[in-house]
T-cell receptor
Framework: DAKTTQPPSMDCAEGRAANLPCNHS???????VYWYRQIHSQGPQYIIH???NNETNEMASLIITEDRKSSTLILPHATLRDTAVYYC?????????????FGEGTQLTVNP | EPEVTQTPSHQVTQMGQEVILRCVPI?????FYWYRQILGQKVEFLVS????????KSEIFDDQFSVERPDGSNFTLKIRSTKLEDSAMYFC?????????FGPGTRLTVL
């Protein structure tokens, strides 16, 4: 699986958009970008995933650059409850039953 | 909304004792996983399970670990002879497809 690079921490004001970047310059053609988050030692929570097109769901939007070497997770209106560690994970295909490899992630702090 | 549940929430045991951590995956999911997180460290994959077999395991998952799906709803992780370094949060996850859904975890403390 391709290596990812994320900033260790970010701050965001409540109600504003939180834009979390991820670099994955060695991503290969069959690898997807997944985002999970972990709120204070709770179980990780799936957010979104994508291959090359931008994706949106009820939680967030995922913007993947055209060369697929980086992506941005967007939380459109951050709330205090979005304070968490956010993990960007690159993973081969949509293989079921295969591991997730978590890195250090980005600690997002949403401030009132 | 269906959730993965885990019991107990906290388990304290003596070194050398056996522990069984229990999980109830989401009912229509077919793939099951165990991960652990030592305090202050990354979430680490232990094992995945499908069709009553281990699909993949990490180097952490040695002979002291085993997994079982004893009935149609439970998924268990057994640690035969616990060590101090097994103290961690243990997360169960299940998936219908590529995304995995995690339980709240069991905090295991080995004394």
């Amino acid at each position: 699986d391709a290596k990812t690079t994320q900033p260790p921490s970010m701050d965001c004001a409540e109600g504003r958009a939180a834009n979390l970047p991820c670099n994955h310059s060695t991503i290969s053609g069959n690898e997807y970008v997944y985002w999970y988050r972990q709120i204070h030692s709770q179980g990780p929570q799936y957010i979104i995933h994508g291959l090359k097109n931008n994706e949106t769901n009820e939680m967030a939007s995922l913007i993947i650059t055209e060369d697929r070497k980086s992506s941005t997770l967007i939380l459109p209106h951050a709330t205090l409850r979005d304070t968490a560690v956010y993990y960007c994970i690159v993973r081969v295909g949509v293989v079921r039953g295969s591991r997730l490899t978590f890195g250090e992630g980005t600690q997002l702090t949403v401030n009132p | 909304e269906p959730e993965v549940t885990q019991t107990p929430s906290h388990q304290v045991t003596q070194m050398g004792q056996e522990v069984i951590l229990r999980c109830v995956p989401i009912s229509n999911h077919l793939y099951f996983y165990w991960y652990r997180q030592i305090l202050g460290q990354k979430v680490e994959f232990l094992v995945s399970f499908y069709n009553n077999e281990i699909s993949e395991k990490s180097e952490i998952f040695d002979d002291q670990f085993s997994v079982e799906r004893p009935d149609g709803s439970n998924f268990t992780l057994k640690i035969r002879s616990t060590k101090l370094e097994d103290s961690a949060m243990y997360f169960c996850a299940s998936s219908p497809g590529p995304e995995q859904f995690f339980g709240p975890g069991t905090r295991l403390t080995v004394l």
